[in-house]
């Protein structure tokens, strides 16, 4: 009896280790936003990969398949249309947004944010 009870601290701190305990989960040195481009693509714009190596690690490392960017296409008298969207390496993301609303045409962006997309 005294050897099954001398021997569980050391199965229980083994399995701690198997199960992750043994350090914190990886972080990328770079947030989401310097991983996306702003691009004149389609008829507002969009956002495309920035292909550098802290970016590619992010996703090489399992991290996050890409990063989702969401935000406002902003036209004439204040009027906005909301879009959302995600932005991979190999996988631009068009703003689904006409460049005219409502008879005024498209003079910015506004509230970008951006995220990391698991």
């Not at 050897?3 to 198997?18: R, V």
């Not at 004439?76 to 609303?101: C, F, L, M, R, W």
Request: proline share 6%.
């Amino acid at each position: 009896m005294k050897k099954i009870i001398l021997a569980l601290p050391f199965l229980t701190s083994c399995f701690s280790a198997f199960a992750g305990g043994s350090g914190p989960e990886w972080q990328p040195q770079i947030s989401p936003g310097q991983c996306i481009q702003y691009t004149e693509i389609g008829e507002t714009g969009g956002y495309k990969w920035h292909n550098i190596d802290a970016c590619n690690e992010v996703v090489h490392r399992g991290y996050a398949s890409g990063a989702f960017v969401s935000g406002k296409v902003v036209y004439e008298g204040g009027e906005t249309i909301e879009y959302t969207g995600i932005v991979k390496p190999d996988a631009p993301y068009t703003i689904q947004a006409p460049s005219t609303h409502n008879g005024k045409k498209k003079v910015g962006h506004g509230g970008a944010y951006t995220y990391w997309a698991r």
